[in-house]
């Protein structure tokens, strides 16, 4: 599994908010304050809800991912070579033709 986006955020963001205690402990005039209610306060709500949608959709795709088979069904083989594609199917070709014979043989022998 990949980095989760959402982790690495988080990680940051909070290296982000240490930064910003340790500036606030120093910079306490009425320009601080501003800048806190102005801007690092509005920053680091918007900044937690990103990260609380981000790591909601990252659930549901890794769901996905552990849920999802990528597997060809058997009447989509043509003796066990992947489907032509749509492009050779309209061309109408002898090869095409012959290929799509195979395949309502092979579904015939599912079906039976």
Do not use: C, I
């Not at 990252?58 to 999802?68: G, K, N, P």
């Not at 489907?83 to 092979?106: E, F, H, L, Y």
């Amino acid at each position: 599994m990949h980095d989760r986006p959402d982790r690495e955020g988080e990680q940051q963001f909070r290296l982000l908010g240490a930064a910003w205690e340790e500036t606030a402990r120093r910079w306490q005039d009425e320009v601080a304050r501003r800048f806190d209610t102005d801007h690092w306060t509005p920053l680091a709500r918007q900044s937690r809800n990103y990260l609380e949608a981000l790591a909601a959709m990252m659930d549901v795709l890794e769901a996905a991912e552990r849920d999802t088979e990528f597997l060809t069904p058997p009447f989509l083989t043509y003796g066990g070579r992947s489907a032509p594609s749509r492009a050779t199917q309209a061309t109408g070709s002898t090869s095409a033709r012959r290929k799509s014979s195979n395949t309502v043989r092979s579904v015939e022998k599912v079906s039976s």
